[in-house]
């Protein structure tokens, strides 16, 4: 086996590291592992370490009121916002919805903006404009519900079921 | 294809590849209602693998070849890593991921890394707008046949939030050998992280910088359109190229013996050594790749230089070899090559 820094010298050391609760095996050669000796004092100050840093709010002068939020799951992949939080990666396009209050926070700090100016792809493009155009629509249906309208509101059910058809949905 | 020694484009050069190696696009896509791979089901990964087989099936308008990674050796593996069609994380990744390369390996198509897919394309020399332009037609042809996650406000959805929004890393490689002599490249590197750009070592995130070569990548990926990402990084790497070929130009005319001397040396060295270290090769590679840029050295193509980066590492030298080498064996191989290619 290489060693892990190097990639070119055989790995002779094992180190063994526990990093937030977690146990890290590395495989160093003795040039690596005498570089590296004495100079590991668990900083680390990788990009991802920043991240969850941010995410979990750790270092918020209301660490503690936070705590509460940190039970969110995410209802299509399970994902809690305490494990994203400790991993920096979400679980699926959902997630995004589901902490959207904590993403888009985030977002602010590392792109310095929460909204999208680039490409649209075409055919996803054009789902987005169907689907806001049957939450406008679902929203009319309910109101005729509500005013007992029910022509109205079946007509409004009808055009929803077309356009949702129309996606494939 | 993977079975050659090195990737067709290297063959090449590009425009001012004096001082930019390479160009690469990178585009993060997930599939819509699909967990993100760190999710999901063995099922579901495979689900991923078979929406793009299904889709290179009926229209390979790319010429792609697929390839699962299981089926390949560690050391073939590794060797995709050297020549920057894969990445370490899929490398490592061991069940249900794959790769879609071309022939030329310019496109390769990374499935289930991080997020889904992950796209990219290299060009040699400075070629951004011209990789963009390839990425983005390829990038329309994926969305055509797959369903990819996509939030009006957000953008892309990726599994990490920093690369949410239009999901490209766009970064160029960048061979400084005299900025680095004139001791200029700490003070660019906190330049360039002001402008919204981070500069890596050779092999991305956490890598050191070895024989002189710099990526450099955006950081920002939302809030700014793909035409203004890439633009910012073209600029840049203009008053790269030329602040690089100043200090060039300052060594040759007031070093010109200290500069010979370092070109001629490193050139020796490369020609007659008979046992030599990746870390080692790479330095004198460097130098030697200067002398030729400068003119000083005129009987070796540069192009060789950028094919030896790649043919000396550890796994691309077991491959060629046809056997796993210890270090030693290695250091003698690899002296052996450089030796018969610059003869």
Redesign the interface.
């Known amino acids: 086996m ?1 060693c892990q820094n ?5 790995a002779k050391v094992h180190v063994s590291k526990i990093i937030n609760g977690e146990k890290e095996d590395i495989y160093l050669c003795e040039e690596c592992a005498h570089i590296s000796e004495g100079l590991d004092f668990g900083l680390d100050f ?2 991802n370490n920043l ?1 969850t840093g941010l995410l979990n709010n750790q270092f918020h002068p209301h660490h503690k009121i936070n705590l509460s939020n940190h039970k969110i799951k995410c209802e ?4 809690s916002y305490d494990i994203f939080s400790k ?8 997630c ?1 919805n589901s902490f959207t209050d904590k ?1 888009d926070k ?2 602010r700090r ?16 054009e789902r ?1 404009m169907v689907k ?1 155009r049957v939450k406008e629509l679902r929203k009319l249906m309910d109101e005729a519900v509500a005013t007992e309208e029910f022509e109205r509101a079946a007509e409004l059910r009808d055009e929803i079921k077309e356009l949702k058809d129309e996606i494939g949905e | 294809m993977i079975d050659e020694l090195i990737s067709q484009w290297m063959k090449k050069t590009g425009p001012d590849s004096d001082v930019v190696i390479s160009s690469r696009i990178r585009l993060a896509r ?1 599939l ?5 791979t ?2 999901a089901s063995e099922d579901e990964l495979k689900e991923v693998i078979n929406n793009v087989n299904n889709l290179l099936l009926n229209d390979n308008k790319f010429g792609l070849n697929l390839l699962e990674l299981s089926n390949l050796s560690q050391n073939k593996k590794n060797m995709l890593v050297e020549r920057h069609l894969i990445s370490p994380d899929l490398s490592e990744r061991n069940i249900n991921n794959a790769v879609a390369l071309s022939s030329e390996e310019t496109i390769s198509l990374m499935i289930n890394e ?1 997020d889904h897919l992950r796209l990219q394309v290299l060009l040699p020399g400075l070629q951004l707008q011209e990789a963009w332009d390839l990425a ?1 037609k390829i ?2 042809y994926l ?2 046949g797959i ?16 690369n ?3 999901g ?1 890393r766009s970064s160029i490689m960048v061979h400084l050998p005299a900025l680095t002599m004139v001791n200029r490249v700490k003070n660019f590197i906190a330049a360039i992280s002001q402008l919204g750009l981070a500069v890596r070592g050779l092999y991305g ?2 890598t050191e910088t070895v024989g002189n070569l710099y990526q450099i990548s955006n950081q ?7 035409d203004e990402i890439i633009e910012n990084l073209i600029e840049v790497t203009h008053q790269i190229i030329t602040q690089e070929r100043n200090a060039r130009e300052i060594l040759l005319k007031e070093k010109e013996m200290f500069l010979k001397d370092q070109i001629y040396r490193a050139y020796g060295t490369l020609k007659y050594a008979y046992k030599i ?3 080692e090769a790479m330095k004198l590679i460097s130098n030697v790749r200067l002398g030729i840029d400068l003119g000083i050295i005129e009987d070796v193509e540069s192009t060789i230089l950028n094919q030896l980066m790649v043919i000396i590492r ?1 796994a691309t030298l077991q491959v060629l070899k046809g056997e796993e080498m ?2 030693e064996d290695r250091h003698i191989y690899r002296a052996q090559l450089i030796r018969e290619r610059l003869q």
């Not at chain 1, 190097?6 to 055989?10: A, F, L, M, N, R």
């Not at chain 1, 991993?87 to 959902?94: D, F, M, Q, T």
């Not at chain 2, 920002?220 to 793909?226: A, M």
């Open positions: 290489l190097c990639q070119e010298h055989d990788s990009f991240l299509f992949c399970g994902l991993s920096g990666r979400l679980g699926c396009n959902e995004y993403i985030v977002l590392i792109h310095g903006n929460n909204r999208h100016t680039g490409k649209v792809p075409k055919r996803a493009g987005v806001r | 997930n819509e209602n699909i967990k993100f760190n999710q991080e983005d990038d329309d969305e055509q369903n990819i996650a996509f939030d009006e406000k957000y953008g892309y959805l990726t599994a990490c939030p920093t949410v929004g239009t490209l995130e956490g920002v990926t939302l809030g700014r359109s793909e270290s990746v870390e550890p210890t270090i």
